[in-house]
T-cell receptor
Framework: SQTIHQWPATLVQPVGSPLSLECTVE??????LYWYRQAAGRGLQLLFY??????ISSEVPQNLSASRPQDRQFILSSKKLLLSDSGFYLC?????????????FGPGTRLTVL | GNSVTQMEGPVTLSEEAFLTINCTYT??????LFWYVQYPGEGLQLLLK?????DKGSNKGFEATYRKETTSFHLEKGSVQVSDSAVYFC?????????????FGAGTRLFVKA
């Protein structure tokens, strides 16, 4: 069966520090991978998605970046965190190109920038 | 572009009350429609889906019917329980050659009182 892991589960970082959040998927090949941010009491904002190794599409210009060094690994990074980067970060995966398939979400990382 | 609009929350109900959460969408093609649920501190999980007009998705007593004529996908449950307290997200997806993205509504928080 497929599983998705995210770590760390919680993170408190000072403003200006770097960030690296990791997401890995097991039990599937060539998934589409996604990073979302959910601010407190708000909906989901798509940050990045990837349809293959090294292929990254950015949805919102900001100080975050994403990389996909392996088929089932997706990393969210920042060189210098801002207060506004606080939120709940969710990784998700799906398969197929047709608009029929659900997305499977990880447990999330709660990031607090102080 | 594609969008999803759902009723603002929070919605507060007593146990065994009838639930309706409204969702309408705009899309250029023929999207698939989804309801996801997010329990406190967790990622999202699929609740139900419908892939074409007049389809009814159902799961755990929840139902939603894909209404193309009114571009709606309202979520209903005949008798809610305290354990249904969560945030509910309506979503749509359309395939495209670059993979596919899911557009999420802002979410509706449901509180069910015993």
């Amino acid at each position: 069966s497929q599983t998705i892991h995210q770590w760390p589960a919680t993170l408190v970082q000072p403003v200006g520090s770097p960030l690296s959040l990791e997401c890995t998927v097991e039990g599937t090949s060539n998934p589409n991978l996604y990073w979302y941010r959910q601010a407190a009491g708000r909906g989901l904002q798509l940050l990045f998605y990837s349809v293959g190794i090294g292929q990254i599409s950015s949805e919102v210009p900001q100080n975050l970046s994403a990389s996909r060094p392996q088929d089932r690994q997706f990393i969210l990074s920042s060189k210098k965190l801002l207060l506004s980067d606080s939120g709940f970060y969710l990784c998700a995966w799906s398969v197929g190109l047709a608009g029929l398939n659900e997305q499977f979400f990880g447990p999330g990382t709660r990031l607090t920038v102080l | 572009g594609n969008s999803v609009t759902q009723m603002e929350g929070p919605v507060t109900l007593s146990e065994e009350a009838f639930l309706t959460i409204n969702c309408t969408y705009t899309a250029t093609g023929y999207p698939s429609l989804f309801w996801y649920v997010q329990y406190p501190g967790e990622g999202l999980q699929l609740l139900l889906k419908a892939t074409k007009a007049d389809d009814k998705g159902s799961n755990k007593g929840f139902e939603a019917t894909y209404r193309k004529e009114t571009t709606s996908f309202h979520l209903e449950k005949g008798s809610v329980q305290v354990s249904d307290s969560a945030v509910y997200f309506c979503a749509l997806s359309e395939g495209n050659t670059g993979g596919f993205k899911t557009i999420f509504g802002a979410g509706t928080r449901l509180f069910v009182k015993a």
